[in-house]
């Protein structure tokens, strides 16, 4: 049938959606045609280009949404396909290098749950929108070189992954641009996001809830249930060509629970560890209305987080961010060089209690005058400080919901990890509680004509500038303990991030379908059960890499071969030929010598002799059988080794083609080559 769905399984749609996060580099045409040849054994030789936004000028920016995706656009006139896939990235951790911003992980949270940034989904429309034009472009380019007239329709479909999934629903939700649309392991939509994206739902929910949107308290207060039957059957029908594809475990599935989210189209759910059953009972013990204040609180930081990344965040928080730091360091090294070469000045008035003489007026006092850097630097923490109070304050009372959510989280966990998230929250107040304590005298500014005053101030600015530092750090450590002793919380937090992977999701959907195989990577790894001794043993084959290993070595041997082979060619015609050529013109010589002896008179001095004839006797040796013996058993050696190694090759490949022998495709799979 013509443009007949190309990736048509769940696992090669699975495995192409892992390619776009670029482990052994980016997404190219050769992954995508080896890929889809493991899976179908067959051969796509139609046109495959490959669209990155990293490589679009129109999406580049100051700042990075951090929106990644790439679309796949296959095309085959002769067979009548024309199809492009739009795959978006999800989340990865880390951060963008030297900007302290996660690529995106908490847009998730300010994207998703909150509802308060699109940047990222406004990227990826546009990314879809760019790409579909260049697309039709270069059909049109090509099928004019090609003398092609018949127009074949382009067919988009749609795959993305974690916050991908989320990209790609909402762009088939807004635009409807996508024949079908998988979503794996995805981050579902939330009301939240859908209200800020979509003003015409908007409009009709704040006629029927009768709320302002714009109030996070009356947006957050509406019940999660009501809020979300309303906007599944608002979409409904947008929605019916979003497939889901989820594993059980995946951590996303277990949070899809929460206020807010969503649930359009169909889904598979599929078993990627039948030991392990995810994170739902986690997840089901957390307050709603802890979820509602955390909400809310945290909504009013998605712009400082949108402008400043997780360092603007942090100080639109706390007031704390590296600058802090910066400032302290630089306090420091102006107070050292106030103290090792003060200079004094005498105070008008005012006298010590100590007199010169008996009787007479005390001694004039003199105090060290404090420099314009350093009472510049000390009036900028006093600043910073000031920010610091107030912000620790409203976070310090905010955080009892944020607490209740921990410990119902970690209630089955044990009371270890709640001591931590405590001892964290006794630093903030010990940070508070040090601000506080100079805030009468420092942050309001009045000690600032009287230079005694100012010496005294500045060292307790500093003193709170440290102890600040140490708290600091001492919330760093809780957080390295939290990690350290959580236990089994981690480890099933692990496994469902494990099992939040693309391709744990296609390991899933092939031990579903008993298709005795796992992969890892990009990686197909074949699994073999064998009975021994009364036991089952597994044994496991990396089929890809077996697969590059023989390609590429045998690859090699043939450039190895080549080679030796010009090598051989070159003494041949260097040495042998050589010394053949050599030795005939020498013969000739001789030959021609002895039978025109009159041609070498010249060569007898004494006039009155007459040459009648010339007789050499000529001695030529071979050349040394030592010479050639050492090429002949040089290309001996080489020859060997090739053999040999080709030998073990085909070795290891023919083993691995008689332990499957029932998958019948794999030895086409070790002679493609894309």
Same mark, same amino acid.
């Given at each position: 049938m013509a443009n007949e769905e190309l990736l048509n399984s769940n696992i090669l749609r699975a495995r192409i959606a892992e390619l776009e996060y670029g482990k052994d580099g980016s997404i190219n045409e050769e992954k995508i045609k080896r890929i889809y040849f493991e899976e179908t054994g067959k051969i796509f030789e139609g046109e495959v280009n490959v669209f990155h936004s990293k490589d679009l000028p129109e999406l580049k920016k100051e700042r990075d949404s951090g929106f990644d995706g790439s679309v796949i656009h296959f095309y085959e006139p002769e067979k009548g396909i024309n199809q492009s896939y739009t795959i978006t990235r999800g989340s990865e951790s880390g951060k963008q290098e030297d900007s302290g911003?996660?690529?995106?992980?908490?847009?998730?949270?300010?994207?998703?749950?909150?509802?308060?940034?699109?940047?990222?989904?406004?990227?990826?429309?546009?990314?879809?929108? $760019?790409? /579909?034009?260049? #697309?039709?472009?270069?059909?049109?380019? +090509?099928?004019?070189?090609?003398? =092609?007239?018949?127009? @074949? !329709?382009?067919?988009?479909?749609?795959?993305?992954?974690?916050?991908?999934?989320?990209?790609?629903?909402?762009?088939?939700?807004?635009?409807?641009?996508?024949?079908?649309?998988?979503?794996?392991?995805?981050?579902?939509?939330?009301?939240?996001?859908?209200?800020?994206?979509?003003?015409?739902?908007?409009?009709?929910?704040?006629?029927?809830?009768?709320?302002?949107?714009?109030?996070?308290?009356?947006?957050?207060?509406?019940?999660?249930?009501?809020?979300?039957?309303?906007?599944?059957?608002?979409?409904?029908?947008?929605?019916?060509?979003?497939?889901?594809?989820?594993?059980?475990?995946?951590?996303?599935?277990?949070?899809?629970?929460?206020?807010?989210?969503?649930? $359009?189209? /169909?889904?598979? #759910?599929?078993?990627?560890?039948?030991? +392990?059953?995810?994170?739902?009972? =986690?997840?089901?013990? @957390? !307050?709603?209305?802890?979820?509602?204040?955390?909400?809310?609180?945290?909504?009013?930081?998605?712009?400082?987080?949108?402008?400043?990344?997780?360092d603007g965040l942090i100080r639109a928080m706390t007031g704390y961010d590296k600058d802090f730091d910066v400032l302290l360091d630089d306090i420091a090294g102006e107070w050292k060089k106030f103290l090792e070469n003060p200079k004094w000045i005498k105070i008008e008035g005012a006298y010590t209690p100590f007199p010169l003489v008996v009787g007479g007026p005390g001694l004039p006092l003199y105090v060290p005058n404090v420099p314009h850097e350093l009472f510049g630097l000390l009036g900028e923490l006093a600043g910073r400080l000031g920010e610091m109070a107030v912000k620790i304050k409203t976070l310090l009372e905010e955080l009892p919901a944020a607490l209740r959510i921990v410990k119902a989280a970690l209630s089955g966990v044990g009371a270890e990890i709640l001591k931590e998230v405590?001892?964290?929250?006794?630093?903030?107040?010990?940070?508070?509680?040090?601000?506080?304590?100079?805030?009468?005298?420092?942050?309001?500014?009045?000690?600032?004509?009287?230079?005694?005053?100012?010496?005294?101030?500045?060292?307790?600015?500093?003193?709170?500038?440290?102890?600040?530092?140490?708290?600091?750090?001492?919330?760093?450590?809780?957080?390295?303990?939290?990690?350290?002793?959580?236990?089994?919380?981690?480890?099933?937090?692990?496994?469902?991030?494990?099992?939040?992977?693309?391709?744990?999701?296609?390991?899933?959907i092939a031990m579903k379908e008993k298709l005795n195989r796992r992969y890892l990577g990009n990686d197909m790894i074949l699994i073999k059960e064998t009975r021994s001794g009364g036991k089952t043993e597994k044994i496991e084959v990396n089929l890809s890499s077996a697969v590059r290993i023989y390609q590429i070595g045998i690859e090699k041997y043939e450039e190895q071969k080549d080679v030796v082979r010009r090598l051989q060619a070159m003494y041949g015609t260097d040495y042998l030929d050589d010394f053949r050529r050599r030795t005939q013109n020498l013969l000739n010589s001789i030959s021609y010598m002895e039978g025109n002896p009159q041609a070498y008179r010249h060569l007898v001095p004494n006039d009155n002799v007459k040459i009648t004839?010339?007789?050499?006797?000529?001695?030529?040796?071979?050349?040394?059988?030592?010479?050639?013996?050492?090429?002949?058993?040089?290309?001996?050696?080489?020859?060997?080794?090739?053999?040999?190694?080709?030998?073990?090759?085909?070795?290891?490949?023919?083993?691995?083609?008689?332990?499957?022998?029932?998958?019948?495709k794999i030895a086409a799979v070790f002679d493609y080559r894309p």
């Open positions: 911003v996660p690529l995106d992980w908490i847009y998730n949270g300010f994207g998703i749950f909150e509802g308060k940034l699109t940047n990222q989904y406004k990227d990826a429309y546009e990314f879809d929108r $760019l790409v /579909t034009k260049k #697309i039709e472009n270069e059909v049109e380019k +090509f099928n004019k070189a090609n003398n =092609i007239t018949e127009k @074949i !329709s382009l067919e988009k479909r749609g795959i993305g992954h974690s916050l991908g999934g989320n990209h790609i629903q909402l762009l088939q939700i807004m635009t409807g641009s996508f024949t079908k649309v998988y979503a794996i392991n995805d981050a579902p939509p939330t009301v939240y996001q859908l209200l800020l994206i979509d003003q015409d739902f908007a409009d009709i929910a704040t006629e029927h809830f009768g709320k302002d949107f714009s109030d996070n308290n009356q947006l957050y207060s509406i019940p999660p249930a009501e809020l979300k039957a309303f906007a599944e059957k608002y979409y409904r029908e947008r929605g019916q060509n979003i497939h889901h594809l989820t594993s059980e475990e995946d951590m996303l599935f277990a949070i899809s629970k929460l206020r807010g989210f969503i649930d $359009l189209g /169909t889904r598979e #759910i599929y078993d990627t560890d039948p030991e +392990f059953k995810g994170i739902g009972d =986690i997840i089901g013990r @957390i !307050s709603d209305e802890d979820l509602r204040a955390v909400q809310i609180f945290m909504a009013q930081f998605a712009s400082a987080y949108e402008e400043g990344g997780l405590l001892a964290i929250h006794q630093h903030l107040i010990n940070i508070a509680k040090a601000i506080g304590d100079i805030a009468g005298t420092a942050l309001s500014g009045s000690w600032g004509i009287n230079p005694a005053k100012v010496a005294a101030v500045a060292a307790s600015l500093m003193n709170v500038g440290k102890t600040i530092e140490v708290e600091w750090q001492g919330i760093k450590d809780k957080v390295q303990n939290i990690k350290d002793i959580a236990g089994d919380f981690i480890d099933s937090l692990g496994k469902s991030i494990h099992a939040h992977g693309a391709t744990t999701l296609a390991s899933g004839g010339i007789n050499v006797h000529e001695d030529i040796r071979p050349l040394d059988s030592s010479f050639s013996e050492t090429f002949e058993e040089m290309f001996h050696y080489f020859q060997q080794e090739f053999e040999e190694g080709t030998k073990l090759l085909s070795k290891i490949r023919s083993s691995i083609e008689e332990m499957f022998s029932e998958e019948k």
